[in-house]
Every structure is written in C-alpha cells, then in structure tokens.
C-alpha cells in the first residue's frame, strides 16, 4: 500500500480519458458530454485504475455506475443539451440551460427540504435533517462532495452548483442548539456528499461538539461513507489517516457509538487489498461497519451479485444494512427496476446466504411518509399483492404495521402503487 494522489477526473472530462477514447466512438463520447453537462460525474485514479475491468467496458458494472450514458437524461432534455454543445453554445448559457433541465428531474425527493428541515425559532436549519423521531441529519458544508460519483445518487442535487437546491451546514452551533432541545434524539448521522472527503480537523468540528456531556441523550454517531469503496487509503496512508482513527477512539471513550455507514454497489469493490485493510484497520478502532445500496439496473441486478457481496462482507466484519429501491430522482430511468423484479432478486439472494447475511432489509423505499419495505406478494382475498410496511416512519405509530398494494408489473416506487382494498388504511 504506497501513498498516491487520488487524482480526480471531473465529469466533463471523462469522454476523454484514454481508455475511453480507446473503445469508445465519438458520437458515444459526445453523449458522455452531454448527460454530463446535466448530471454530476467524478471518479479518481483508484476507481479507474482498481475497479473498472476495461476489457468488458462500457458494459462493465462499475463503469456504468460511474460514467455518464445517454439515456441517464430524457431524451427531450439530451437533445436540447446536446445541440447546445454542438453549437458551442456559451458556458452561461449552457449552465443555464441545464439548471432548468435538473429542477424537472426532481432534485429533493421525498420531500427533503419541504418536510424534513426542522424549525427553530420559527425559522429553518439550513444543513439538518429530522425526519424520523430518534435520527437527525447533519450536512457539514465541507462535506458536500465524493472522491467520485455514483450516477444513481438521490442526492446528485449536492453537487451541482445550485445553491438554491445545497443542504449545508456551516458550523456546529445551531445544529448544537436544536439538539439539546430534542432529547428524544439518539442517533446523528453525519451525511453528505460524504462527510470523510473533508480533513480530520474539519470532520473534528461536527464530530467533538456532539460528545458533550449535555447532549447524552446522543448514544450513536453515524457517518454516511463510500470512501471504502472509492478511496481507501482515506483510512490506510492520507496524511491524516491516523488521526481520524483517533477520533473514533475518542468517540468511544466518551461513551458514543460510531458506526460507519459504507456504501457499497457491487462485489468488486469488496476484492482490492486496499479496501480490506482499510475496513480491518477501521474495525480495530472499536467501529461498527453497515452496509446499504441501492439495487440498479446495469450494475446489481443479479442475486448472485448480492449474496456475493452479503457473503463477503460478513467476512470482513461488515453488517449488511438496507436493500435500496432506486429513488424517484435523477436518473431514475436508467436505473430503476420495477419492484417485482427488485424483489424477485432480493429474495433469491436471501436464499443463497446463510442466516449471517440475511440482516440486510429490502427491498426498501425511502419514500416521503418512511422507509417502506416489501415483504413479499401474496394472494389476498383472490388478489395479488405487495404486503408492506414501515421500517421507520414520520409517525412512529406506523412503524411495523402491514398494508397491502395491489401488485404491479410496473410500478417502480411507492407513489406508483395503489391501495389494494380501498377499505383498509393506506399510507400517502
């Protein structure tokens, strides 16, 4: 493991990288250009170098998940773009041409800013989240980036230069404020972007001020991460690594939990020496490891690459977490399946596990009212449906309770579906 730059390549320069330009044509990497100009796109030299098998590119999983494909836009918004670029349209009218196709691609779903930034004093929190009565949400300013980017992200918003559309915090103390006022309060997740691309001084000053002894009440800090996946040596050889091992040493010895939230899409990224050493370093800081993604068209829709990946992170000492429906957001077009077939997999890669493996829940919505989970389909009364239910909710009351949704072969998330006995409780 020898220290690297990570070396970044942003999206509008992907098309011209030399492995691309080597196998693809120009039309195709005009394309790239075109949905890149709309939709946020970065990888590093460990993404490239480490997880992406050229020799099965473009159809390779990790390369779609990480660069740019034409139908990822609509094809009114890719042929307006498109025409722009080839007319060498200027940059300010390009940018704004594309700031109005990103607000039609539902930018904040499930009600993120309209409902879940909470008041105080009669004003919002810029840069909190409490949807949920036990978890809020931090989004410190300087984390609102990746060491590269997943083309399914729901929070693609962060990242492309609308302040109108950031969460962001700038300090700890309205964050501080809010949370001694709201005891019920247990876990905060410090989310982004991914809140480990900033320094280990600046993570310090979300991280240090929640260990004071009047916010006891705070028993778990998570941290939303995929730098497991994208950048490795963020825990291994940085040149602050150590020192972030120190700060979740420091958590534990003030009486809080740290649990690492990773982020991980597909088998391969489980496979580099890095990536081991790095999980094995961060459990021996005393760290919990949970693992969530969502499934996708192009990159996991297979079982076996599911209970691959389950199989092989109850080996490194990672809990698998939630099985994600693709969100109704961005790219959602290119990426989502409908939930049948989410669900189809998802149980056949149950079967191919042993219990160890089975924690992850799925497949999961998280949808305005909670996190809505698919049970299974069942007949009802001579109907087909989807039995579901919360796994958390706005109104803790639901949590747990069943409703049923007529089935579908369509439906691709919840506000798609439709009560399956208009005589019983349904959520909206």
Request: charged residues 25%.
């Given at each position: 493991m020898s220290r ?13 990288l030399?492995?691309v ?8 990497r ?16 460990y993404?490239?170098?480490e997880l ?14 990480t660069f740019?494909?034409?139908d ?6 890719f042929?307006?773009m498109s ?6 349209a200027?940059?300010s ?10 607000l039609?691609?539902n ?6 800013l309209e ?6 004093d009669g004003?919002p929190?810029?840069?909190l989240?409490?949807?949920?009565r036990?978890?809020?949400l931090l989004f ?11 083309g399914y992200c729901f929070r693609?918003?962060q990242f ?11 300090s700890m103390?309205?964050a501080?404020?809010?949370?001694r006022q ?9 989310t982004?972007?991914?809140p480990l691309?900033?320094s280990?001084?600046r ?7 929640l ?8 028993r778990t800090?998570r ?5 497991l996946?994208?950048?490795p040596?963020?825990?291994?050889d ?6 972030l091992?120190r ?17 991980f899409?597909?088998e ?5 020496v ?11 800081a ?13 990159v ?20 698998p977490y939630?099985?994600?429906?693709e969100?109704d957001?961005?790219a ?6 409908p939930?049948?077939r989410?669900?189809a997999?998802y149980?056949?890669a ?7 493996a089975r924690t992850?829940r799925?497949?999961?919505m998280s ?10 389909e069942s ?7 989807f039995?579901?239910s ?6 803790p009351e639901?949590?747990?309770?069943p409703?049923f949704?007529a089935?579908?072969?369509?439906a691709?998330w919840?506000?798609?579906l ?8 349904f959520?909206?």
């Open positions: 690297r730059p990570m070396r970044v390549v942003p999206g509008e320069h992907l098309a011209d030399r492995p330009r080597e196998f693809l044509d120009e039309e195709t005009h394309s790239m250009r075109v949905v890149a100009s709309v939709l946020p796109f970065k990888v590093n030299a993404v490239v170098d992406i098998d050229w020799g099965r590119a473009p159809e390779d999983p990790m390369f779609r998940l740019p494909h034409r990822m836009l609509p094809s009114a918004a042929d307006v025409d722009l670029l080839r007319r060498a200027p940059r009218v390009i940018r704004q041409e594309a700031n109005r196709q990103r039609r691609l930018p904040h779903p499930g009600g993120q409902l879940n930034v909470p008041p105080h004003a929190v810029p840069g989240q409490h949807k949920y036990e978890t809020v410190p300013s300087a984390g609102q980036t990746c060491h590269a980017y997943c693609w918003a492309v230069g609308m302040p109108e559309l950031k969460q962001s915090l700038p103390r309205d501080v404020v809010y949370l709201h005891t019920e309060v247990t876990d905060v997740l410090i982004g972007g991914d691309i900033m280990t001084a993570l310090r000053e979300y991280v240090e001020p260990l004071a002894e009047d916010l006891g009440h705070l800090i941290i939303g991460t995929k730098a996946a994208y950048w040596h963020r825990f291994l940085d040149p602050d690594s150590d020192d091992l700060l979740f040493e420091q958590c534990a010895a003030a009486d809080r939990s740290v649990a690492l939230m990773t982020h899409s597909h391969r990224e489980l496979e580099t890095d990536v081991r050493a790095a999980i094995a370093r961060i459990r021996s005393g760290v919990v490891l949970r693992a969530q993604a969502p499934m996708v068209r192009h996991n829709d297979d079982p076996g690459v599911w209970a691959r990946m389950w199989q092989r992170m109850v080996e490194l000492g990672i809990h939630y099985c994600f429906v969100r957001t961005g959602q077009d290119y990426f989502a399946l939930l049948h989410s669900l997999i149980q056949e149950l079967r191919q596990v042993s219990g160890l992850a799925g497949p999961v949808a305005t009212p909670g996190k809505v989970v698919l049970h299974g007949d009802v009364g001579g109907k087909k449906v039995v579901c919360f796994l958390q909710a706005r109104d639901q949590v747990g309770r409703f949704a089935w579908s072969p369509t691709r919840f506000d798609e439709e009560p399956a006995f208009p005589h019983l409780p959520p909206a």
